[in-house]
């Protein structure tokens, strides 16, 4: 991403004019957080031929398979995890999203959460309790926003209740990340 660095370059209907030097170039001062990249970021997804299993009853976590973008390598597939790399604390930005791959009957529910360090952050919950009769798919999605240190670790996790297993539809399994500040 490329900076802004003259008057043509964006909105300056804040900017005093006798701030700019005689070329019409922004005193850097004046460009704080403007062009910023912020990294690390990462997206991941599940692989459509890898299907996932939820027991009833347990918090399990979320599997994903393919990145789709990680600028700092942050990303572990293998454990389905982001870690805060070394100098990149503070404050992040998170979404994510799952469905089922059944149909949800009634007086049932299904969590989706964030966990930082194998704890519970922030989770979305949805009941079903339909007053007509038939089946429902199931998405859930959510977002949060976490401070992290370096080395702390994010990871998505899914529960449910239905007394059986359900299948998460593995290709609209999706999170991703990046860090504000």
């Known amino acids: ?3 802004a660095r003259n008057l043509a370059d964006f909105n300056t209907t804040n900017i005093d004019p006798s701030s ?3 070329t019409g170039t922004i005193p850097s001062a004046l460009l704080a957080g403007v062009g910023e990249t912020n990294t690390p970021a990462f997206s991941v997804q599940g692989l459509s031929s890898i299907s996932q299993t939820v027991q009833s009853g347990y918090w399990q976590p979320v599997t994903f398979q393919v990145e789709l973008k ?3 390598s942050a990303f572990d597939t293998t454990q389905s995890k982001f870690t805060v790399p070394s100098g990149k604390a503070g404050l992040y930005s998170f979404q994510y999203s ?4 059944q149909k949800a009957a009634s007086n049932r529910y299904y969590q989706i959460a964030l966990y930082k360090n ?4 922030n989770g ?3 009941r079903q309790n339909p007053t007509t009769t038939g089946t429902y ?3 859930l999605n959510g977002s949060a926003s976490l401070d992290l240190a370096v080395g702390d670790f994010v990871q998505v996790y899914f529960s449910q209740n239905t007394g059986g ?3 998460i539809e593995d290709d609209n399994k999706k999170f991703s990340g990046f860090r504000v500040t």
């Open 118 to 121: 194998g704890a519970l952050q």
């Open 165 to 167: 297993n359900v299948t």
């Open 20 to 22: 700019l030097d005689d």
């Open 98 to 101: 799952t469905q089922n791959a």
């Open 137 to 139: 798919d199931v998405y």
């Open 1 to 3: 991403m490329t900076r």
């Open 70 to 72: 990680d600028t700092d």
């Open 124 to 126: 979305t919950i949805v």
